[in-house]
């Protein structure tokens, strides 16, 4: 699952609609996703999400809307749970649009146990952040317990002894898209939809 639904408001536009080079920043994170093999591509959009469809490659994914993506990630985590019900799969990853420093070795080592009872959380100095893996099990509560911009803490926070945490300082940066000079940092600029 890949969460592009926030509308940037710290940086000037949507994270979803920068672009690295050619490519927006949500293609370079479903194309992450598609290197480790997840299936469905499930990818959450919110903020001026027609353009977003319009300028992404986003063909074989299943894209859905989080009508109030400006409540924060919390809805969005609920809006993606919600479209993997129907779906055969044991567990999702999760990454977000607005940490353009994940690589694909960061959410391979997360992913490495997609089994149903499995919460694994990539870390980034000994801070719990994504890429994730969320088991099939904990999937209703997590989409009870989302909330805000806090997305899944209230939930791991009351399961935090079930989580594996993985390292991925020396594979990834953990740095989320939250002040305009990382935009530039990250050698990212601004787009419309074409």
């Given at each position: 699952?890949?969460?592009?639904?926030?509308?940037?408001?710290?940086?000037?536009g949507p994270e979803a609609l920068l672009r690295r080079g050619d490519a927006l920043l949500v293609d370079d994170v479903c194309g992450i996703a598609r290197e480790i093999g997840?299936?469905?591509?499930?990818?959450?959009?919110?903020?001026?999400?027609?353009?977003?469809?319009?300028?992404?490659?986003?063909?074989?994914?299943?894209?859905?809307?989080?009508?109030?993506?400006?409540?924060?990630?919390?809805?969005?985590?609920?809006?993606?749970?919600?479209?993997?019900?129907?779906?055969?799969?044991?567990?999702?990853?999760?990454?977000?649009?607005?940490?353009?420093?994940?690589?694909?070795?960061?959410?391979?080592?997360?992913?490495?146990?997609?089994?149903?009872?499995?919460?694994?959380?990539?870390?980034?100095?000994?801070?719990?952040?994504?890429?994730?893996?969320?088991?099939?099990?904990?999937?209703?509560?997590?989409?009870?317990?989302?909330?805000?911009?806090?997305?899944?803490?209230?939930?791991?926070?009351?399961?935090?002894?079930?989580?594996?945490?993985?390292?991925?300082?020396?594979?990834?940066?953990?740095?989320?898209?939250?002040?305009?000079?990382?935009?530039?940092?990250?050698?990212?600029?601004?787009?419309?939809?074409?």
């Open positions: 699952m890949v969460i592009a639904a926030g509308g940037g408001r710290r940086i000037g997840c299936a469905p591509l499930i990818v959450v959009l919110g903020a001026q999400a027609n353009q977003v469809r319009t300028a992404a490659r986003l063909e074989d994914a299943v894209t859905v809307v989080d009508k109030a993506w400006g409540t924060g990630l919390g809805s969005s985590l609920r809006v993606g749970l919600e479209a993997l019900v129907g779906v055969a799969a044991d567990a999702a990853v999760v990454l977000t649009v607005d940490m353009p420093g994940v690589t694909v070795e960061a959410a391979r080592r997360v992913a490495l146990l997609p089994h149903a009872d499995a919460l694994v959380c990539a870390t980034y100095d000994g801070r719990r952040s994504y890429p994730m893996l969320l088991g099939r099990r904990h999937w209703a509560g997590l989409a009870t317990l989302a909330k805000s911009d806090v997305g899944a803490r209230p939930y791991l926070l009351a399961h935090k002894t079930e989580i594996v945490d993985v390292a991925c300082d020396a594979v990834a940066d953990g740095h989320r898209l939250d002040k305009p000079h990382l935009v530039t940092a990250f050698g990212l600029t601004r787009t419309t939809a074409e």
